[in-house]
Antibody, heavy 115, light 110 residues
Framework: EVRLVQSGPEVKKAGESLRIFCQGS????????LAWVRQMPGKGLEWVAR????????IYSPSFQGRVTVTADRSTSTAYLEWSHLKASDTAMYYC????????WGQGTLVTVSS | QSVLTQPPSASVTPGQRVTISCSGS????????VNWFLQVPGTAPKLLIY???QRPSGVPDRFSGSKSGTSASLAISGLQSEDEAVYYC???????????FGTGTKVTVL
């Protein structure tokens, strides 16, 4: 079973950059793809992007294309979600999950951006 | 704005059965398999059903999934207080070239 551990909560100001991570226990071996999912306060789940850690091929949701960058380091079994210029509207919980079924989830990383 | 529509809420007494619908289109549910999740507030979502009607190990058989055309359903029988959560459907959308989640259904156990 894939176990996913995410980085801790972040408090940032608008305009700052940020990179959060998701470390998997086995995906470098078994070839699991990973997805990032956003949940804004009191709202539902939104798919952000998916990445194949094997070759770093990434597909973004049109809603997030150009706003975030997803990368992976297969040698450390770690995937990253990055912003270059945060906005207050980026305030949300961000989850990573293993694909194809979203069967394993990280604990979530709360990102708070103040204006 | 999600392309998968679910009823916002459902209230059920303990022991009863509830069915949650997930309505989509030919580009998503009509062509791809559906997964279902539950989320207890303050915790990460948990997979309940994958590939329309398959249960991961550890998920009770009180939970079942089905699909017909462009709609999918999750049924929960013998409702228990611990089933109180928000339930989401999800699938791949060929037109959007991405995953889509349902709007979520909050189940309250009276």
């Amino acid at each position: 079973e894939v176990r996913l551990v995410q980085s801790g909560p972040e408090v940032k100001k608008a305009g700052e950059s940020l990179r959060i991570f998701c470390q998997g226990s086995q995906f470098s071996v078994t070839g699991y793809w990973l997805a990032w999912v956003r949940q804004m306060p009191g709202k539902g789940l939104e798919w952000v992007a998916r990445i194949d850690p094997g070759d770093s091929h990434t597909i973004y949701s049109p809603s997030f294309q150009g706003r975030v960058t997803v990368t992976a380091d297969r040698s450390t079994s770690t995937a990253y979600l990055e912003w270059s210029h945060l906005k207050a509207s980026d305030t949300a919980m961000y989850y990573c999950a293993s694909l194809p079924y979203f069967d394993n989830w990280g604990q979530g990383t709360l990102v708070t951006v103040s204006s | 704005q999600s392309v998968l529509t679910q009823p916002p809420s459902a209230s059920v007494t303990p022991g009863q059965r509830v069915t949650i619908s997930c309505s989509g289109s030919n580009s998503n549910i009509g062509r791809n398999s559906v997964n279902w999740f539950l989320q207890v507030p303050g915790t990460a979502p948990k997979l309940l059903i994958y590939t329309d009607n398959q249960r991961p190990s550890g998920v009770p058989d009180r939970f079942s999934g089905s699909k017909s055309g462009t709609s999918a359903s999750l049924a929960i029988s013998g409702l228990q207080s611990e089933d109180e959560a928000v339930y989401y459907c999800a699938t791949w959308d060929d037109s959007l070239n991405g995953y889509v989640f349902g709007t979520g259904t909050k189940v309250t156990v009276l």
